[in-house]
C-alpha cells in the first residue's frame, strides 16, 4: 500500500516568505508528527497529533511555526516569515495508533532558505 | 526533561560484531525504538522494547534494562549495507517519540 507522502519533495523561498509542507500519512493512521533534521543532526520533534485529541505543540521552535491536521488526515506545516535557521529536512511520519506501534516516515521536504 | 545519549560515530570491519549503546533519561517511559536511517533517506523502524530482555531479529537484537535507563542494539554478520545512522527513540509518558542524536557507522572492508 502507499507510504507516508510529503510535498514538496524540495523547497527554495528567500528569507521572509512564508511556505507550507504537505503530509498524507498512511490511511487508518491515527498518530501523525513532524519532525525537523538539520545536516548531520538527529531528529528535532515539533508536533504530534493523535486522533481528534488537541495535538502536542511543544515542540515548535516559535510563534512562526503552526501545523493543523484536517479531518484526521493530511497535515500541513506552515513556517511564516521564513528564517535561514530554520533550514533543514522536515520529516513527517504516522502510526498505527499512538502506543508501541513504529513511526513510518515520509521521505521529507527538504527546505532551504535563502 | 528528556536526554537521550548514543555515541556519535562508531566503526567496524565487515562480517564483525558491533553493539550501539543508548542511554536515556526521561519523564516516564513507554517503550524504546530502534531506527535506521541510510544517508539522504527517510529513518526505517528496526526494533521495539518494551519490557527487560534481548528482542532478536535476523541478525539484529535489541537489549533494554528500564532500571538501569539503558539499551544497545547488537548487529551481527556486518554487511556493507549497514552502513548508516543508527537511531534510538524513547516514548515519555506523554507518547510523543523523541530521538537521540544518532549514531552513524561506518563498516569497512
Known amino acids: 500500500g502507499a507510504g507516508v507522502s510529503q510535498s514538496p519533495s524540495n523547497k527554495v523561498t528567500e528569507k521572509g516568505k512564508d511556505v507550507e509542507l504537505r503530509c498524507d500519512?498512511?490511511?487508518?493512521h491515527t498518530a501523525l508528527y513532524w519532525?525537523?533534521?538539520?545536516?548531520?543532526q538527529g531528529l528535532e520533534f515539533l508536533i504530534y497529533f493523535q486522533g481528534n485529541s488537541a495535538p502536542d505543540k511543544s515542540g515548535l521552535p516559535s510563534?512562526?511555526?503552526?501545523?493543523?491536521r484536517t479531518g484526521g488526515s493530511v497535515s500541513t506545516l506552515t513556517i511564516q516569515r521564513t528564517q535561514q535557521e530554520d533550514s533543514a529536512v522536515y520529516l513527517c511520519a504516522s502510526s498505527l495508533t499512538a502506543y508501541?506501534?513504529?513511526l513510518h516516515f515520509g521521505n521529507g521536504t527538504r527546505l532551504t532558505v535563502t | 526533561?528528556?536526554?537521550?545519549?548514543?555515541?556519535?560515530?562508531?566503526?567496524a570491519t565487515e562480517g564483525a560484531?558491533?553493539?550501539?549503546?543508548?542511554?536515556?533519561?526521561?519523564s516516564g517511559f513507554n517503550g524504546l525504538f530502534w531506527y535506521q536511517q541510510h544517508a539522504g533517506e527517510a529513518p526505517t523502524f528496526l526494533s521495539y522494547n518494551v519490557l527487560d530482555g534481548l528482542e532478536e531479529k535476523g541478525r539484529f537484537s535489541s537489549f533494554l534494562s528500564r532500571s538501569k535507563g539503558y539499551s544497545y542494539l547488537l548487529l551481527k554478520e556486518l554487511q556493507m549495507k549497514d552502513s548508516a545512522s543508527y537511531l534510538c527513540a524513547v516514548t515519555p509518558a506523554s507518547y510523543k517519540l523523541i530521538f537521540g542524536s544518532g549514531t552513524r557507522l561506518l563498516v569497512r572492508p
Not at chain 2, 526533561?1 to 566503526?11: A, K
Open chain 2, 1 to 11: 526533561g528528556q536526554n537521550i545519549d548514543q555515541p556519535t560515530e562508531m566503526t
Open chain 1, 35 to 40: 519532525y525537523r533534521q538539520s545536516l548531520g
Open chain 1, 100 to 102: 508501541n506501534s513504529p
Open chain 1, 25 to 28: 500519512p498512511i490511511s487508518g
Open chain 2, 17 to 26: 560484531i558491533v553493539q550501539i549503546n543508548c542511554t536515556y533519561q526521561t
Open chain 1, 63 to 68: 510563534d512562526r511555526f503552526s501545523a493543523e
